[in-house]
């Protein structure tokens, strides 16, 4: 299966402040990864579709220019919190899609104070 | 739009037990899979089993196995001789067998299980 990483894991921002989160597909070409947010205690939100090379599909509800995704290439996509806010404190996990199920990355926690 | 149920918000078995967690959904579609995700402490994604909605037969994956009553739309987790390590947040998801890219899984909002020595 395909092994997905995620840097930072940890990141704290002052508000105001952006900050960029990448997913990375390993061992797989991935043409599509998902955004997801998770609150404590929560299940996983989708937040967004990355497909490589084209514009991310955005979930009802979240702000597209508030989380700005790119997936430039078949290994990376990035997600950049803009002017983030306290409220954007939570734990975000990408995934990949490989065959037959969707693989995980260890999730970024981000923190704004 | 798929919805999917977990009605057990929180479980817990002793070591060496057996334990069923339950899920429901609703779809119109007729072609799709169910998973079972687990998480850890550790927050990663794991999956512990799939199921193809064509196929009859229960998937198993060595102690853990589902019953899909497919009519019923239910998909119930067994974990069989349950060990200190199970003890995680369990989901269940749904994903329709659209084709392209539309792979979206739909969780349930999961059932936190404790293993207890």
């Known amino acids: 299966g395909a092994v997905v990483s995620q840097h930072p894991s940890r990141v704290i921002c002052k508000s105001g402040t952006s900050v960029k989160i990448e997913c990375r597909s390993l061992?797989?070409?991935?043409?599509?990864m998902f955004w997801y947010r998770q609150f404590p205690k929560q299940s996983l939100m989708l937040m967004a579709t990355?497909?490589?090379?084209?514009?991310?599909?955005?979930e009802q509800g979240v702000e597209k220019d508030k989380f700005l995704i790119n997936h430039a290439s078949l290994t990376l996509s990035t997600l950049t919190v803009t002017s983030a806010h306290p409220e954007d404190s939570s734990f975000y996990i990408c995934?990949?899609?490989?065959?037959?199920?969707?693989?995980f990355g260890p999730g970024t926690r981000l923190t704004v104070t | 739009a798929q919805t999917v149920t977990q009605s057990q918000p929180e479980m817990s078995v002793q070591e060496a037990e057996t334990v069923t967690l339950s899920c429901t959904y609703d779809?119109?579609?007729?072609?799709?899979?169910l998973f079972w995700y687990k998480q850890p402490p550790s927050r990663q994604m794991i999956l512990v089993i799939r199921q193809e909605a064509y196929k009859q037969q229960n998937a198993t994956e060595n102690r853990f196995s589902v019953n899909f009553q497919k009519a019923a739309k239910s998909f119930s987790l067994k974990i069989s001789d349950s060990q200190l390590g199970d003890t995680a947040m369990y989901f269940c998801a749904f994903m329709k067998h659209s084709g392209g890219s539309n792979y979206k899984l739909t969780f349930g909002k999961g059932t936190l299980l404790t293993v207890n020595p």
């Open positions: 779809t119109s579609e007729n072609n799709y899979y």
């Open positions: 990355s497909n490589e090379g084209s514009k991310a599909t955005y």
């Open positions: 061992d797989f070409q991935a043409t599509t």
């Open positions: 995934s990949v899609w490989g065959p037959y199920e969707q693989y």
